[in-house]
Structures are given as structure tokens and as C-alpha cells.
């Protein structure tokens, strides 16, 4: 049975910094593209960072809203993947959600974010709270 379980969220203030990690299990999470989500409520889920396996070189996308400030990266030999969050603004106020793919390669580029159907697997979420 595979399981994704985010930690790491919580509240902040403007211009703080948060790590999110996601660990996996029942599934091989090191051959696949991972990635993170975000979602308000009453909005689509955004797709913010993918990460493909290290076969295909660790390769990143971010999507806009996030490029400069966010980092994903992954650690193959605990499962786990991470997203570094770094001078966070009220509009990144959101559940955050990990998601694992059945594909080594995830090959989006602006404007073509990624699509929570291309995932299968998805965590619990994580709540991520940033105030002024």
C-alpha cells in the first residue's frame, strides 16, 4: 500500500521560511517524478515543483508563482522528498500536498504546470499558514 506523509507545515510570518517534507512508502519513489501541490479552498491545485528520479537527473520544474523562492529536492535513500520555502507571502497561504507519479520524467514547462491527474498517489496535506 503506498502512503505519502507531509510534515512540516504551520504558521509564519511574512518573509519566513518553512520545510516541508514528504515521506513514501509501499512504493518505489526513487524511479518516479515527485512533486508538491497546493490548494486553497474553492481553487484548483496548483502544481508547484516536480522533481524526476535521479536516472533522468533530478531534473526540476517550478511553476512561476513560487520560482526563486521554493526548492524541491529529494533523498532517494530515506524516501523522502523536501520543498524548502523561502520568503513566503500571504498568496502561498495553502494546504500543501506531495504526489508521486508513475513515470520517471515529468516534462511540464510554463504553461503547462502539472496536473494532479497525471498523479496517482497523494498525501494527507499539510497546512501552511503565512500572515502579515
Known amino acids: 500500500q503506498v502512503q505519502l506523509v507531509e510534515s512540516g507545515g504551520g504558521s509564519v510570518q511574512v518573509g519566513g521560511s518553512l520545510r516541508l517534507s514528504c515521506a513514501a512508502s509501499?512504493?518505489?519513489?526513487?524511479?518516479?517524478?515527485l512533486a508538491w501541490f497546493r490548494q486553497v479552498p474553492g481553487k484548483k491545485r496548483e502544481g508547484i515543483a516536480t522533481?524526476?528520479?535521479?536516472?533522468?537527473?533530478?531534473?526540476?520544474f517550478y511553476a512561476d508563482s513560487v520560482k526563486g523562492r521554493f526548492t524541491i529536492s529529494r533523498d532517494d535513500a530515506e524516501s523522502t522528498i523536501s520543498l524548502q520555502m523561502n520568503n513566503l507571502q500571504p498568496e502561498d497561504t495553502a494546504m500543501y500536498y506531495c504526489?508521486?507519479?508513475?513515470?520517471?520524467?515529468?516534462?511540464?514547462?510554463?504553461?503547462?504546470?502539472?496536473?494532479?491527474?497525471?498523479?496517482?498517489?497523494w498525501g494527507q496535506g499539510t497546512q501552511v499558514t503565512v500572515s502579515s
Open positions: 522533481i524526476n528520479s535521479q536516472d533522468d537527473g533530478r531534473g526540476t
Open positions: 504526489a508521486g507519479s508513475r513515470r520517471s520524467t515529468c516534462n511540464y514547462y510554463t504553461p503547462y504546470d502539472p496536473v494532479p491527474d497525471d498523479f496517482p498517489w
Open positions: 509501499g512504493y518505489a519513489a526513487e524511479r518516479y517524478c
